[in-house]
C-alpha cells in the first residue's frame, strides 16, 4: 500500500495497480528491461493487474517479467471492462495507468489516473482524464515507489 495526503487534491492509499499493456507498459510489444524491474519493485508496495486486448498476441509472454496478474479482455468493450475493474478493486483504493482511448475511463475513475505519452502517443481523451501526464512509464512507476514526486505535481 502506497498512502500520501496531498493538500489541495487527497489523500491516496493506493493497494492496486491497473495498467493497460500495449504503448503503455510496451512500446511496439516489446518490454524495456527497465520496465520489467521497476514493476517487480512496484508489486512489492502493491497488486498489478494488466488489462489488455492484447493486440499483438504476446500479452502472455511478456507478462512472465513481472510479477502481475493478466486479463485479457474480449467483448469488444474494452473501455467498460478496464473501468469495471478498477470499480470492483475500489476506485479509492486503485491507480490506473494507460495511454489509448480505451484507458479514458479508468484513469477517470482511478484515484490515481497517470497517462503515458510512451512512443506510441497518448490518446487526447486518455490525457484529459488522467491526473498526471508522463512522457516514458519508467517515470510513472518511479512515482509509485517515490510518492513525493506525485504530491509535487499535484499539490495545490
Ligand atoms: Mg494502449
Redesign the pocket.
Known amino acids: 500500500m502506497v498512502n500520501i495526503n496531498i493538500p489541495g487534491f487527497k489523500e491516496l492509499n493506493i493497494k492496486y495497480l491497473v495498467s493497460?499493456?500495449?504503448?503503455?507498459l510496451t512500446s511496439k510489444g516489446v518490454l524495456k528491461d527497465t520496465t520489467a524491474e521497476l514493476l517487480n519493485k512496484v508489486a512489492e508496495n502493491m497488486k498489478i493487474f494488466i488489462v489488455t486486448a492484447d493486440t499483438y498476441g504476446k500479452a502472455g509472454d511478456v507478462c512472465q517479467n513481472f510479477k502481475a496478474e493478466l486479463a485479457i479482455l474480449k467483448t469488444g468493450k474494452e473501455k467498460e471492462e478496464k473501468a469495471s475493474l478498477v470499480r470492483k478493486l475500489g476506485c479509492h483504493n486503485t491507480a490506473a495507468l494507460?495511454?489509448?482511448a480505451n484507458?479514458e475511463l479508468m484513469l477517470e475513475k482511478g484515484a490515481l489516473g497517470i497517462a503515458v505519452m510512451g512512443e506510441?502517443g497518448c490518446s487526447s481523451r486518455a490525457l484529459l482524464k488522467a491526473d498526471i501526464v508522463v512522457k516514458d512509464i519508467d517515470d510513472a512507476l518511479k512515482m509509485l515507489l517515490d510518492p513525493d514526486i506525485i504530491k509535487a505535481a499535484l499539490r495545490t
Open positions: 493497460d499493456l500495449n504503448g503503455t494507460g495511454n489509448g484507458d506510441e
